[in-house]
């Protein structure tokens, strides 16, 4: 019998302190919860496991939050339940997000031990007077020790999280970072520049004039900076912020770009499946009760029509360095839904933000710069 493949995110909505400039669903402070929040996920995902009994995983991520700040035996608990509830494909990619000030070697064994084979650490900056001013826990020293640490446990995917365009960060201070990610033998890098979202202590200070941020082209610059620096190391750009060894490409995040279906458990946690996307009640606290109460922990729920898939089947493989297959699309959606965008795409590629090379449609090099204004276009 054939199954349909999924990926399956677990959100750890738990950090130790919040980030200046973090709006993820994360609270800090939450330690008490950690047992009934594990059997909460863990009783979701037995409820749920008997409506995709047809389904084969092939990608568990297990994000945040700080995963790692969950006893290792309750990310075991977890483990134990997707195991007897889901198929989990033989040689799935089985991530976890870590925090470098909270990892143990223990912890690290105990993830190898439960089959995890990538590990993705939140590194940011090798510079420990930044890492202090955007509110991290971890220091520089702690990040390469954690790589270390990883490496002796066997782990051979290791991917890296790193900002740029920090308030007060310099040049050096982000080829520094780049450097030192490379010096470790990461064999991914996600490389994001600095978003003040609302709601961040940094939005704040920023609204009141008070945070000095990098300008615009320094911060462009890092960007290139780090474009060629890893291409030069033998990484693949695959993805608008991705860098990856060849074979170490994100399983799990590509099915996001792709358009493929995943499951999420945990509170603020997504799915999407059979053409309907879906959350959970974002605040932890809610989200146990619900679940002890035998209540869903669905929050919003809402169909993605054939407009809708088509639109994000653009937006979301533009992101990708590759880009879209256009013929593919017109295989699935039909030549005229697809021409409907011809306008638009030619629009685009005579400002040179896109280009067709065969079959893909891609960004250009300057379409890198204002994918967002792409992205825009196609929007429905
Ligand atoms: S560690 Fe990550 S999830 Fe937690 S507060 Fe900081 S940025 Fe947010």
Known sequence: MLHETIGIYIHIPFCIKKCNYCDFPSLPGMDDCFEDYTNAVCREIEKAASDHSNKLADSVFFGGGTPSVLP???????????????????????????????????KVMVYR?????RISIGFQSANNSLLKLMGRIHTKEMFEECVDRVKKCGFKNISADIIFGIPEQTMKDFQETVELALQKGVTHVSCYSLKLEEGTRWYELNEKGELPLVNEDLEREMYYWAINRLKDSGFIHYEISNFAKPGFQSQHNLKYWTDKPYLGFGAAAHSYMNNIRYSNIENPVEYIKRINEGKAAVDMSEPVGLDEKLSERFILGLRLIEGVNIKHLEKEFGNEAVQKYNEKINMLIKKNLICLEGDMLKLTNSGLDFANLVWLEFIT
């Open 113 to 117: 031990e439960l089959d995890f084979n």
């Open 72 to 106: 290792a035996r309750y990310i075991s608990k977890i483990i134990d339940a997707l195991s007897k509830g889901f198929k989990i494909s033989e040689n799935a990619e089985i991530s976890i997000e870590v925090n470098p000030g909270t990892i143990s070697q223990e």
